[in-house]
């Protein structure tokens, strides 16, 4: 008499297809929270999407396909930014123009942000740190654009290579190093500006934009930068 087979008791999906199925769709809601999350491009998504597959064995011997880093990348952040400093330098533009100081106000735009250069002589007089009152209007409308802009700013110190020495200044270290906190301290103590985010630095006659051979060139070595610091540099 023919035996008969014992029927299989395990019907349906094997086990490890579960899990199989709940590593899927975590990744698949991993993914749509970093899509959510940031601005992507087209092809770096459908590439994405690729690899997933390829480690997962969707296409032929787990092919992985490379591509550039995609998260915490954030174009449309950085073409914001771009476009602030862009707005604040036009701003500052018709306020220079408006009140004829082309010669003693620059702006330029750098990896750093926006920088804001003054001619010493615009803020100060010859050999000394006290900002000249007449210069101090200048300095609020910077520091309405700075309290608009939410950025960190670093307030740079330089002079010529001209030697001073006094007793309250025995080099240009202590000259464009006070020149810079006394600038610093204004925007702290009577424009409000929150204290962390400023900083100070002289540079003494060491880091020049021009000739010290001639009064002109050394003129424009003698100023005060202020920067207003984008996201990426810090200050650096």
Same mark, same amino acid.
């Not at 990744?27 to 940031?38: A, P, R």
């Not at 400093?85 to 123009?97: A, G, L, P, V």
């Not at 409308?141 to 740079?156: C, F, T």
């Given at each position: 008499?023919?035996?008969?087979?014992?029927?299989?008791?395990?019907?349906?999906?094997?086990?490890?297809?579960?899990?199989?199925?709940?590593?899927?769709?975590?990744?698949?809601?991993?993914?749509?929270?970093?899509?959510?999350?940031?601005?992507?491009?087209?092809?770096?998504?459908?590439?994405?999407?690729?690899?997933?597959?390829?480690?997962?064995?969707?296409?032929?011997?787990?092919?992985?396909?490379?591509?550039?880093?995609?998260?915490?990348? !954030?174009?449309?952040?950085?073409?914001?930014?771009? &476009?602030?400093? /862009?707005? *604040?330098? #036009?701003?500052?533009? +018709?306020? =220079?123009?408006?009140?004829?100081?082309?010669?003693?106000?620059?702006?330029?735009?750098?990896?750093?942000?926006?920088?804001?250069?003054?001619?010493?002589?615009?803020? !100060?007089?010859?050999?000394?740190?006290?900002?000249? &009152?007449?210069? /101090?209007? *200048?300095? #609020?409308?910077?520091? +309405?654009? =700075?309290?608009?802009?939410?950025?960190?700013?670093?307030?740079?110190?330089?002079?010529?290579?001209?030697?001073?020495?006094?007793?309250?200044?025995?080099?240009?270290?202590?000259?464009?190093?006070?020149?810079?906190?006394?600038?610093?301290?204004?925007? *702290?103590?009577?424009?409000?500006?929150?204290?962390?985010?400023?900083?100070?630095?002289?540079?003494?006659?060491?880091?020049?934009?021009?000739?010290?051979?001639?009064?002109?060139?050394?003129?424009?070595?003698?100023?005060?930068?202020?920067?207003?610091?984008?996201?990426?540099?810090?200050?650096?």
């Amino acid at each position: 008499m023919a035996r008969r087979k014992p029927e299989d008791s395990n019907k349906g999906s094997p086990e490890w297809m579960t899990t199989y199925g709940d590593l899927v769709t975590l990744l698949l809601c991993f993914f749509v929270l970093l899509f959510s999350f940031s601005t992507i491009d087209n092809n770096k998504f459908k590439a994405i999407i690729q690899s997933m597959q390829g480690s997962l064995g969707v296409l032929d011997s787990g092919v992985i396909v490379q591509v550039d880093p995609l998260i915490n990348t !954030f174009p449309g952040d950085t073409r914001d930014e771009e &476009n602030d400093f /862009k707005r *604040i330098k #036009e701003q500052m533009d +018709d306020f =220079i123009k408006e009140n004829n100081l082309e010669k003693s106000v620059s702006l330029i735009l750098d990896e750093r942000g926006l920088l804001v250069r003054l001619l010493d002589a615009t803020l !100060f007089d010859s050999g000394k740190a006290e900002i000249k &009152n007449e210069a /101090k209007y *200048i300095i #609020e409308m910077i520091s +309405d654009v =700075i309290m608009e802009s939410g950025k960190n700013i670093r307030i740079e110190g330089h002079t010529d290579n001209v030697p001073i020495n006094t007793e309250k200044f025995p080099s240009n270290w202590e000259l464009s190093t006070t020149r810079a906190v006394n600038v610093l301290k204004y925007l *702290i103590e009577v424009r409000n500006i929150e204290p962390w985010r400023l900083s100070a630095v002289g540079y003494g006659e060491y880091h020049p934009i021009d000739t010290n051979d001639t009064a002109e060139g050394r003129q424009n070595n003698r100023r005060v930068d202020i920067v207003i610091i984008n996201s990426e540099s810090n200050g650096n």
